[in-house]
């Protein structure tokens, strides 16, 4: 046994610690061996914790270090490759559009290497890709078909109610003749003007109204005649289209010349346009739903519930279509 106090040992029967004094009491006594609290509070202790965050302090210290380099090298990459695409005009527009997209590290290590023909082949091979296999393709026959529609084909034009349309071997280009306006009867005794008022009272909530002149030349490019839409059915189709379109565009600032199709696919429309001064072509697959500008080479995409083609949309021009007109 050993003295509760200073672990002294004590013998049984001992009144008093012989070295200490102090009262030996055997309910007190330490039977297992002296273990005094206040010298295990002197013990040093053992601190893991502080040890752990201090390396993963240095790890993410290291981390960040190795983003700001590889930050710095990827844009100093970026600006290098596209400088170099754009003095040599392998790209109207650099088609690189940050420092993550198309490997730009690898182009600047040829760049850096002389080897310019690797670039200029990814380049080629890019132009490969954006026209995609499937839906719209800009290439080399679509520019035939786009220059064949709007050039200035050999046949005469062959009036009609809403538009003139030139006939070639494999086209035909329609133009509007100016007289679909907001007088014009379109459907069941009502005029244009009336359902444009419709539309924009009760479809747009007196927001944003509807472009007229864009609708009402989608409307002859589509309808061409009074006589060439037999029912319900057809001007519904008919309708909704050019609604979808002017309705998406009406606040593009565009103006529409003209339009039309090539008879190997009679959905897609092409349409020859004004946007800011200068002349470009639209194409919209009415099948598919695929919309490109800028003479093909732009794709374009209506974001939102409502946006073009979506079925929102749709349900919206049928519903209005049905209940102003009257259509069954």
């Keep these: 046994m ?10 049984p029967g001992q009144k008093f610690c012989n070295k200490c ?52 090298m990827a844009y100093r990459a970026y600006h290098a490759v596209r400088n170099f695409m754009i003095d040599n005009d392998l790209a109207d527009v650099p088609y690189i559009d ?30 490969d890709d954006i026209t995609g296999d499937d839906g719209l393709e800009f290439d080399d026959t679509t520019k035939e078909t786009i220059e064949y529609i709007f050039g200035d084909l050999d046949k005469s ?11 070639g071997e494999d086209v035909a280009c329609i133009v509007p ?17 009336s359902f444009c008022d419709y ?44 609604l979808i379109v002017a309705a998406e565009f009406r606040d593009s600032g565009a103006v529409m ?24 072509v639209w ?3 009415y099948d598919t739903h695929e919309v490109r500008l800028n003479d093909g080479k732009t794709e374009y995409t209506s974001a939102g519930e409502y946006g073009m083609f979506t079925e929102q949309s749709l349900a919206i021009w049928m519903y209005a279509l049905s209940d102003y007109f009257g259509l069954e």
């Design 2 to 11: 050993f003295c509760t106090k200073c672990g002294t040992p004590v013998e």
């Design 21 to 72: 004094g102090t009262p030996v009491n055997a309910a007190d006594v330490n039977v297992k061996g002296f273990d005094p609290q206040g010298q295990m509070q002197m013990q040093p202790q053992v601190q893991p914790k502080k040890k752990t965050w201090l390396i993963v302090l240095i790890i993410l210290a290291v981390v960040m270090a190795l983003s700001v380099v590889g930050g710095i």
């Design 98 to 127: 940050s420092p993550d997209d198309y490997d730009t590290l690898d182009l600047y290590e040829d760049l850096s290497d002389g080897n310019l023909e690797d670039i200029e082949d990814l380049y080629e091979d890019y132009l």
């Design 157 to 167: 034009a062959v009036p009609y109610g809403y538009a003139d349309v030139y006939v």
């Design 177 to 193: 003749n100016g007289t679909v306006t907001d007088d014009t009867v379109i459907w069941n005794g009502k005029t244009l003007g």
């Design 199 to 242: 539309i924009d009272s009760d479809v747009f909530g007196g927001n944003r109204p509807m472009n007229r002149d864009l609708l009402y030349k989608l409307i002859s490019i589509h309808a061409i005649d009074p006589l060439l839409i037999p029912d319900d059915a057809t001007f519904e189709t008919v309708m909704k289209y050019c």
């Design 257 to 280: 010349n003209e339009g039309g199709f090539s008879t190997d696919d009679s959905n897609t429309y092409y349409y020859e346009m004004e946007v800011n001064g200068q002349t470009q």
């Design 283 to 285: 194409m919209i697959d």
